[in-house]
């Protein structure tokens, strides 16, 4: 496999094609992601009777029933706000994961130029799947690690029995116990978050393959997992090969980044102090930092967007010389 082919033709992808770095600067966006837990509480309506309205909610000193309610509505407002943004980037994630993988096969099968339009086309038709992918390797992986967290805050749990039914009148004895259970307790966590580490590394390949066959080869869930585990199974030496070539690149821009994203961080942080010593205002100040920062931010998200769709590119061409006979363009 000519690795050095598969790297140019992935740069001149990304470098030529637009379409795709909308598609990138969304999994940018929206691709780290994760779901949370909300609980609601009960809001009680505002009513004439005792203990039913605002007004009779215990408040902080100097807050009337009106201001306990805006908070409230902004509460509400922002629990609402976060489901929205948890449900856009669950369908944009995937959506635009299928769209970069399905253009760039698109490309270099029928050298039909990438175009937004047949990017959403693509997602849409495979967001299902890929949805059940993530599920069907993100579940047992979650109960896994809860398992391992579990036994590994376990002695912990077992040294402050003792302390707890005690009381008051615990001897020093169980004290040294609590102490011998924490450390215990410590050293299984360091093993256990390097244990999830390595299983995240071990899965990343086999994840990029098989959602390469699911949206490549049009496959359902089950087909998908089995086939693309099977592909990565028999070509342990070129998937090695690019995954640590993968790993270099991801490091080498992450260390690139660095100095350009302090660079971009301390614009908008220089003009808010200048501001500041010139006005004398903290409030212009801080009006005049983010005016700078929102396009700063703007451009950190368009750099990461380039890199999503160079990293997918190359991955999809890594997949093609793995299991085409002339996987890469000329």
């Not at 949370?36 to 009779?56: A, I, M, S």
Request: charged residues 10%; contains cysteine.
């Amino acid at each position: 496999m000519n690795y050095g082919k598969i790297l140019s033709r992935a740069f001149e992808i990304t470098r030529k094609y637009r379409a795709l770095w909308l598609f990138g600067v969304l999994l940018a966006l929206f691709g780290g992601g994760g779901g949370g837990n909300f609980n609601f509480g009960n809001f009680p309506t505002r009513g004439g009777g005792r203990g039913t309205g605002l007004g009779e909610m215990p408040t902080l000193p100097g807050w009337s029933s009106e201001i306990w309610q805006l908070v409230t509505i902004l509460i509400a407002g922002l629990v609402c706000f976060m489901l929205v943004w948890l449900l856009l980037s669950i369908i944009l994630r995937f959506v635009s994961r299928a769209a970069l993988i399905g253009l760039v096969q698109e490309l270099e099968v029928n050298e039909t130029k990438p175009t937004i339009k047949r990017g959403f086309s693509i997602g849409g038709e495979r967001f299902w799947q890929l949805l059940g992918i993530a599920l069907a390797i993100n579940i047992p992986r979650t109960i896994i690690s809860l398992v391992l967290v579990l036994l590994a805050v376990l002695p912990l749990i077992v040294s402050l029995l003792p302390l707890i039914s005690a009381g008051r009148t615990a001897p020093n004895e169980l004290i040294g116990v609590v102490i011998a259970g924490s450390i215990g307790s410590l050293a299984l966590c360091c093993c256990v978050m390097m244990i999830l580490a390595l299983i995240g590394l071990v899965i990343y390949p086999f994840y990029e393959f098989i959602v390469r066959t699911c949206v490549i080869k049009k496959s359902g869930v089950i087909d998908s997992i089995r086939e693309g585990y099977h592909i990565v199974r028999g070509n342990l030496g070129n998937v090695a090969v690019l995954y640590l070539l993968a790993i270099g690149i991801g490091i080498g821009c992450g260390l690139l980044m660095i100095p350009i994203a302090l660079v971009l961080i301390a614009i908008p942080i220089g003009a808010g102090f200048l501001v500041y010593a010139l006005a004398n205002s903290i409030t212009s100040a801080i009006i005049a930092g983010i005016i700078l920062g929102i396009p700063m931010l703007l451009i950190l998200l368009f750099i990461s967007g380039l890199y999503h769709v160079f990293e997918s590119a190359y991955w999809t061409e890594g997949y093609r010389g793995v299991t085409m006979p002339t996987p890469v363009s000329n």
